[in-house]
């Protein structure tokens, strides 16, 4: 294996080296000092003419230093880290570096600033990344600028919702620890980078194909052309972005594999004319590569073929013959040696599983249909459908494991979607070719590119009618998508031998008992319970309500505060979905902002909610979202809370102005927006209370011990705001001013309890 593929072995010893130094989060040095000792040992096998053990010593080795490169650059230590300078309540003077491209949104800007120094009264310097975030979409500050601000730096926050996507693991494999907010760009001093440097230049690159594409097309057909060509996806529409998703098609926008090679072939039909050497040629497309690779943002799909294709042409060059799996597995192990945290990147995983999957698969596929080849409808109709399916089949265990949907139509969308793109890309270089040649031909050229690019947006508009189905994934695991990797690959292998053909049929026999045991032992130990789930929103608290193995929960919301995104789509939906909700009888909207009303009731209509209890004072601008927004048709039972609670002795709901108090039997709660002293009222009937406060608390002003003694046992905050009081001794922390039956959710990330019902 070692001598046929080298690339796979170096690629299991990597991987394994990688999650060693996840699993561990240890000082770098514990592994690199064994892997120096190990690489010594095989350097005396390699004097020694051993090479089989050598190898395996240096295998080894490589092992430890990926453990040891991990842990460097993505496990906090060291005393000037800037975790330790996070959560604290001073505010800093900060000198760093941007190192990534701006991040610009609807309405603010994000640079990722590696700091070096830091102070107060005077300078001291430490590593670590911060995130920054400006209020304003700008383009005032750069990759590689030099930036002096103050600010606090904030700890980033674990996942809010429970099981879904977990935002602080997710930036600190980025290498991000703390999160500054500034107020203004006026904050901010900037030392511009040099002019002339290779980001600089690729920027002004970048800047001028836009703009030649923006003169040349329609808005809509530039800013995909945009999304096509270099993966700048900011301009493009809202709903054609959906489309894309919907359709299964949203890797077209992710530059690939395929527009690399494009590209290459388009620079390689522009030199044939002019007779240039294979090794002129090789050095063209090296350049080629690097620069396009810089400007698609170095995207893991980019990265990956640009590498591939890099190797294939050193092939080339050297002639010497390769091996595409050899290829594919040499270049993951090249990007996670640079890279590490790449192993973790959603795009990177699907890139490389579905690249291998064709890799592997479509040789296999050929080589029996070869007496097919000639005719016109294999090679334009069948072949191309079979690739399609391959690479659907290989992601879709990924993307139902990440996304918990996976669209039906996606290998149809495909089939017709995918040749339109290339032939786009095609146009698109012709496109930027003309502009520069001549502008009047660069218009002509654009109005028949913009006829495919409308076509493609028409065709997105008829795969994402919405009457095409998607295939929703309520929970799938890890343990699933590995067997169901193992299992596509036996069946491959098991064309070629009995034997394993007789181990697949035995073990999915074996499999689908195990499976159906399991499922009836469960039913059977499972005991009749409400599941009660408590998790931050934007400006308050969700509470979802349901009976265990039920499909079907009510949802309490409080304080909902609007956002630049839809939060019914990013937020509430997928928490249902992971918790298996697929209706919602009651929703009670305690209190919202204005602008995110819409929010819930688009959340009403998804899940077919039975009834949609608000307070008065929601009333009209319910009735006006409905009206303007919905078009007069909302086919949910609305109703107008009371002013107090009524006797709320036996189990239900009883959604009163300010708040609801839910008895589940064993357990009563009394959700209310803001903490106020009528909160005591509340709980006048002689039931402990759990209480749930969804409007954020500063702890200085409240006596936790007296809401404690007025039947609150347990008190539960979206968020607690810290006092900062200089009366507090020194010796005692802000958190520990906080008794233990206090929960914050923004430290707790949120709150789960089983109420058995008998």
Known sequence: MLRKYPGIFLLLVVIPGILLGDMFQVAGWVYLLPAVVVCGIGVLLLGKERYQRAVLFFGVGLFLFSAFHFSLYYVPTGS???????????????FGTVIDWPDLRSDRTELKVALDSIGLDYNWQVKGIVLVKIPDTTTAFQRNDRLEFYGRIYPVRASKLPGGF????????????????LHTLLDIRVDTRNRYSVIALVDRLRLALTKSLNRNLSPEAAALASGFLIGETRNIPAHIYQKFRDTGTLHLLAVSGSNVALVLGFVIFLLQPWGVSKRVRGLILFVVLILFTLLSYGEP??????????????????????NLNNIIALTAAIIMLVDPTQLYDVGFQLSFVTAWGIIFFTPLIYNRLMQYQ??????FIFFPLVVSLIAQICSAPLIAFYF?????????ANLVIVPLVSLAVIGILGVLLADIILPLLGLFAGSLVNMVLVLIIKALDMFSNKDIPILHINDISFLMVVLFYATLLLLVWSFYSMKVRRVLIIGVVVFVNIFLVWNVMGALASQACTEVWLSNVPGGTVMVIKPNESSQADMIITSLRSKEYP????????LLRQLKINTLEN????????????DVLRLAKKMSASRFVIPAGLENSVQDIIRFSLNSVFPVDITIAGKSPADTRKIGYYPFEGGIVVNLGKEVFTVVNRLTPKVREYSSDGQSSIL???????????DWDLLSEDRYPKIICSKIIHSTSKKLPSALSITDTIPKYVTDLTQAGSFYLQIPSF
Do not use: C
């Open 567 to 574: 939060i019914d789509e990013y937020i509430l939906v997928p």
């Open 692 to 702: 749930v406060v969804g409007y954020p608390v500063k702890q200085g002003n409240i």
């Open 166 to 181: 977990d935002y602080q693991r997710y930036m600190r494999l980025k290498g991000v620890y703390g999160i500054v907010y």
């Open 404 to 412: 918990h949907q996976v669209p039906v139509i996606s290998v149809v």
């Open 374 to 379: 000639r005719h016109r409808w294999y090679r």
């Open 80 to 94: 000037n880290h800037i975790s330790n300078y996070a959560d604290r309540s001073n505010r800093y003077h900060l």
């Open 301 to 322: 799909s980019v990265i990956r073929a640009a590498v591939m294709a890099a190797l294939v042409i050193v092939a080339t060059l050297v002639q010497r013959p390769y």
């Open 587 to 598: 929703i009670f909207l305690l209190s919202a902002e204005y602008d995110a009303v819409d």
